[in-house]
């Protein structure tokens, strides 16, 4: 799959809106689209996870608030990414494999977004009116200044490695 899209990352005021880049969320697509094509409900997948653990001989208190995170982004730890693949009849490798270039896109836009975060308040001098206040509009811009920061995430199909990654202040 080829990514390229962008996203508006959390600035210094922790405020973060806008579209996820295509292909940033491998194992929250391959969750949702797996249960879809299985005719799942959220509530029956916790179930099957339930069921594959006890089958393992182990436990599992998987409920449908757990898929619904892992259907928006949350990855699991490797013991539940096990059941959760088993649940949904996929291979554990192709699972693990879309969790990883899920952690590595998220790390990415942690990294991108502490440059540019720091790059977008080294504009000038303190305000003494708004240092250390965290509410709405301490960080506003002032008119005529440049929009928020974006960053452009590219990936070549089924690439681990990300082959570009472009910074705009």
Do not use: W
């Not at 969750?31 to 001989?57: F, N, P, S």
């Not at 896109?105 to 080294?122: E, N, P, Y």
């Not at 504009?123 to 301490?138: C, E, H, I």
């Amino acid at each position: 799959m080829c990514g390229i899209g962008s996203c508006q990352l959390l600035m210094a005021n922790g405020s973060a809106k806008g579209p996820e880049a295509c292909g940033q969320f491998p194992l929250a697509k391959l969750v949702a689209e797996r249960r879809r094509e299985m005719g799942l409900t959220l509530a029956e997948v916790a179930r099957l996870m339930d069921k594959a653990a006890e089958e393992a001989g182990d436990y599992c208190l998987a409920n449908r608030q757990a898929i619904h995170e892992y259907e928006h982004g949350r990855i699991p730890y490797n013991g539940r990414l096990r059941l959760l693949a088993a649940a949904l009849g996929v291979p554990f490798a192709e699972a693990r494999a879309a969790g990883e270039r899920q952690r590595a896109h998220r790390q990415i836009a942690r990294a991108a977004g502490s440059i540019l975060g720091a790059a977008v308040d080294t504009g000038g001098p303190p305000d003494s009116a708004t240092t250390g206040v965290s509410s709405p509009g301490a960080n506003r811009r002032p008119p005529g200044a440049p929009s928020p920061a974006r960053v452009v995430i590219a990936t070549l199909p089924d690439s681990e490695t990300f082959k570009r990654v472009t910074f705009h202040l």
